[in-house]
Nanobody, 119 residues
Framework: QVQLVESGGGLVQAGGSLRLSCAAS????????TGWYRQAPGKQRELVAT???????SYADSVKGRFTISRDNAKNTVYLQMLSLKPEDTAVYYC?????????????WGQGTQVTVSS
């Protein structure tokens, strides 16, 4: 089992920046990919960025060039650096991991952190 705790959300003006953190604990050795998702009011949850255990990253088109996902293995933490924020980035951001043990892939979710971008 993996436990995730997000932090770093808040209120920022358009054009500003925030860095989200996702601290993992538990069976972290089994994590194969970590992702950031977001969900705006009235909308479906969408994938923002992922980073694999091998360090490969991917991004949604809407955040490419503005957001960067990275990790600090020593701290068991994955970050989402968000630059040039836009009002449409306003959402609850969730950290997600996929763990693989004995051939079974198991997801874990954090509690979410609110990001609000004012115009």
């Amino acid at each position: 089992q993996v436990q995730l705790v997000e932090s770093g959300g808040g209120l920022v003006q358009a054009g500003g920046s925030l860095r989200l953190s996702c601290a993992a604990s538990g069976s972290i050795f089994s994590i194969i990919v970590t992702g950031w998702y977001r969900q705006a009011p009235g909308k479906q949850r969408e994938l923002v960025a992922t980073i694999t255990s091998g360090g490969s990253t991917s991004y949604a088109d809407s955040v490419k060039g503005r957001f960067t996902i990275s990790r600090d293995n020593a701290k068991n933490t994955v970050y989402l650096q968000m630059l040039s924020l836009k009002p449409e980035d306003t959402a609850v951001y969730y950290c997600n991991t996929a763990s693989l043990r004995l051939g079974v892939r198991t997801p874990s979710w954090g509690q979410g952190t609110q990001v609000t971008v004012s115009s």
